[in-house]
């Protein structure tokens, strides 16, 4: 499948890597051209399935400079943080509470199939699941079961469980996945690793 | 112990059930007295062990009432959830990103030892952690680390082995307890029972 990932940091080269070494045709698009960098435009002209490893106070403007025409009717995965790091230590969310960036892009682009998915692992476990051992998950949230259901197909070449990936329902479960930030975050610095999940479970 | 439970909804009244099984003292304060409620100060004014089951957007109100006389130097266990179903379902929060209810309380009572738990579970399991089997998680957050000890004990005695209970710092966790909501609202949705949690895990 040819896939076009907007954003060249970690997050955006992990999941090229992978990508790439499960045979995909892989362009990354950033803001800045450069040695296996792509304008945003032919990145996401390129795939035919797109993901957006940009952060989540620039994605809007990264799509926009997509351009529309090159993201409609494509799933659109958004693995996007809104974390602002402006005001210093802990980071806020720039979007949050009544909004999520995942909401936020599947509105300005209604023909685009967003699937909020990813955004709550630290890069290597995104595709590496086996990195923890034992039982973990990963949500999903998405208003096209199509586009979810080929989301979760990636995610299994990734190494994840099917029943390691929750529905959370419509687009709007992308508002769930980002403010669970600041307990990922909190993880983080308490746990000592950014190699830390949650296991969803129920009685 | 004497404990006073602020509070008298399905939280407070399923933690006073508990506590009295274990032998413990308790008075139940509310807005309004009758049969088994006294009134918010008379509540503190008894506890040992002080206990906010109150809602979040009602705490400092109730707190106010209970008066900080009867607060200062005591453990106090913030149990609420600030939600806000003023604006439909699903319910946002009334503050959180750059604070928290259990950071307000302990900024206004800074001699009070805040520690802030139980808020990211269903009643019944708070008290009944069995009701889910398998390993599953509660976070807790506080300055006092005598007092988060304190608590961890109590917790103990609610069925929450030892290493179920993950300390996330100081009281700026609470930010963190209290953003899983959204999270715990979508799984509570999306996997039909309330009896829903997570198991936090590291690699």
């Known amino acids: 499948v040819r ?3 907007l954003g060249t940091g970690i997050v955006g080269q992990t999941l090229a890597a992978k990508l790439r070494e499960l045979g995909h045709d892989v362009v990354i698009g950033s803001r800045t051209e450069g040695e296996d960098k792509r304008p945003f435009a032919e990145a996401a002209a390129h795939g035919e399935l797109l993901i957006n490893a940009t952060g989540g ?9 997509a351009g529309a025409e090159n993201l409609n009717g494509k799933v659109l995965i958004d693995v996007s943080n809104p974390l602002d790091f402006s005001k210093g230590m802990p980071p806020t969310l720039s979007i949050c509470n009544d909004d999520s960036v995942g909401e936020q892009i599947q509105r300005t682009y209604p023909d685009a199939k967003v699937v909020k998915a990813l955004n709550t692992v630290t890069a290597a476990l995104m595709v590496e699941p086996g990195l923890i051992s034992g039982e973990h998950s990963l ?10 259901a080929q989301v979760a197909d990636l995610l299994e070449k ?46």
Chains 1, 2 share one sequence.
């Open 158 to 203: 990734f190494g994840w469980p099917r029943d390691a990936i929750v529905d959370l329902g419509d687009i709007a479960g992308a508002r769930a996945q980002e403010m669970y930030l600041p307990l990922w975050l909190r993880l983080y610095q308490s746990q000592g690793t950014a190699m830390v999940n949650i296991h969803i479970v129920k009685g």
């Open 139 to 148: 949500p999903i949230a998405g208003n096209d079961e199509g586009a979810k």
């Open 57 to 65: 106070g620039n994605s809007l403007a990264a799509l926009e400079a």
């Open 3 to 5: 896939i076009g990932i």
